[in-house]
């Protein structure tokens, strides 16, 4: 069973920088595809960023230049990097893991291809 576990949100003025952290259990880390998601107040659950092993990195359209999704093999961690947060960013975020078969691509991954979750994070945006 794979643990994630998130850190790293906060209250951050718009215009502000944050950094998100996902440590995951399980001896399988690299094989796994990462990916974050959110879930603003009242909305659904969309797909954020993610960073399959290959390195590549997968961006929604509403973060694209503004966040950056890492990933370091021998911590087991994956990282999100925001910058130029707006209000519009605040949510819970939540970390995810896709084993394989992959369905994560370049336009996203899907909630119900994700087969371990975190428990989220909170970031707040003020503006």
């Known amino acids: 069973q794979v643990q994630l576990v998130e850190s790293g949100g906060g209250l951050v003025q718009a215009g502000g920088s944050l950094r998100l952290s996902c440590a995951a259990s399980g001896r399988t880390f690299s094989s796994y595809t990462m990916a974050w998601f959110r879930q603003a107040p009242g909305k659904e659950r969309e797909f954020v960023a993610a960073?399959?092993?290959?390195?590549?990195?997968y961006y929604a359209d509403s973060v694209k230049g503004r966040f950056t999704i890492s990933r370091d093999n021998r911590k087991a961690t994956a990282n999100l990097q925001l910058n130029s947060l707006k209000p519009e960013d605040t949510a819970v975020y939540y970390c995810?893991?896709?084993?394989?078969?992959?369905?994560?691509?370049?336009?996203?991954?899907?909630?119900?291809?994700?087969?371990?979750w975190g428990r989220g994070t909170l970031v707040t945006v003020s503006s």
């Open positions: 960073v399959p092993w290959t390195g590549d990195a």
């Open positions: 995810a893991a896709e084993n394989p078969p992959y369905y994560c691509s370049l336009f996203g991954c899907v909630e119900h291809s994700m087969d371990y």
